[in-house]
């Protein structure tokens, strides 16, 4: 057993590290919070954007001349993944869980023969990425100095992306993101953004019929390179909630571990506290007897 | 009859303004300057620099953006924008930031003409705030 010393000292470093992990549980709490709502805020600009884009896409007449951001390249032969992570650990499984989606794509993708390249945002995925997939890896851009997600750093990666698809680099584009539903929960999404695929168009098919100043296919063509940084702000806002949200609970949960674990070791520690007084006791009774 | 109609701004970040009492919002589409009034057809436009009015019962207002799109059906108009500011907002240094920054764009180079246009376009909306 281990002596009364090893035992205080055990005792007093796990209690620290319950102090370390209920702080960062508090901070990820507020920092939830704040993420949570400009979440929230974003929300109406990606949808309106996305009924505006899908009542233009089933207004205009001439498919054929459609822009390329809008049906493709008519290849799939290359694809583009842009793999959203956090820049930060300790958030339980936010960061694998979205590697582990994307890693059963990739192989789904190599598997077809097709060829792959990959974009990382945030450190962590980059991390974990480059041991299988490094050469693969086109660009690793990290946005560890901006506090908070803001459209600018967004606007940033579409750009890059728009780029690599005009000079014809890549077929498909696809991101993936951590989609927030509440604290415990974070779903890890694949959504293809090049060539955009409407989710639920049948619902949408009302023929309302709307004039256009100038002509569809050159507001078109104006703001499907805004959808892209649009799609890629609300995955970069919905991705910050997830990972506050993440860090929260792995967090929490790390504390009541940790307060389970003081327990055990005091009960362990007074035992043989116990077992010591009690062994010097038989040891001055014996003594006083064989007098 | 009422002659308003809802107007929403919003931006990436929010939902900038939501109003239900406007009775006219001047835009600056692509095209020229565009006034909507209730009942206007739907139209589906996109902005340049300039500058929108807004008039209302609780007071006019105005509001510089840099781009956008406009929508307008069954009497909602929806701005959509990245960059809005209150010209109530705009004090003389933040004007003269965002000119000093439109006419450092414009001297560089490789830009195609549309932006080059729409950044003299922005230039002279700036001048114009003062």
Redesign the interface.
Known sequence: MASLDDLKKRIASVKSTQKITKAMKMVAAAKLRRAQE?AE??R???E??N??IL??SSGISDKENAPKLLSGTGNDKIHLCVVMTSDRGLCGGFNSNIIKKAKSFFSKILSDGKELKIITVGSKGNDQLKRMYGDKIIENISFKESKNA??FD??MVGKIVIDKFESSEFDICTIFYNQFKNVITQIPQAQQIIPLKSEDSEENTLE???????DEDE?LS??LP?NIS?QI?KAMLENSASEQGSRMSAMDNATRNAGEMVDKLTIEYNRSRQAAITKELIEIISGAESL | MSEEFKI?I??????FLVKEDVSEVVVP???GE?GILKDH??????LKPGIIKITSKSGNENYYVEDG?V?F?NNNL?I?T?SILNIADIDKSKQQNLLKRAEEESVKGEISDQSKYLIDQKIEVLKTLN
């Open positions: 400009s805020k974003g109406p600009y990606s309106k954007m009924n505006v009542n233009l803001n459209y967004a606007d309302e019929s709307y004039e256009f100043e100038p507001i104006n703001l805004k649009t702000f | 929403e919003v931006n990436p970040e929010k939902s589409a692509y095209e565009m057809i739907s139209i589906i436009s996109f799109i929508e059906k929806s959509l990245s």
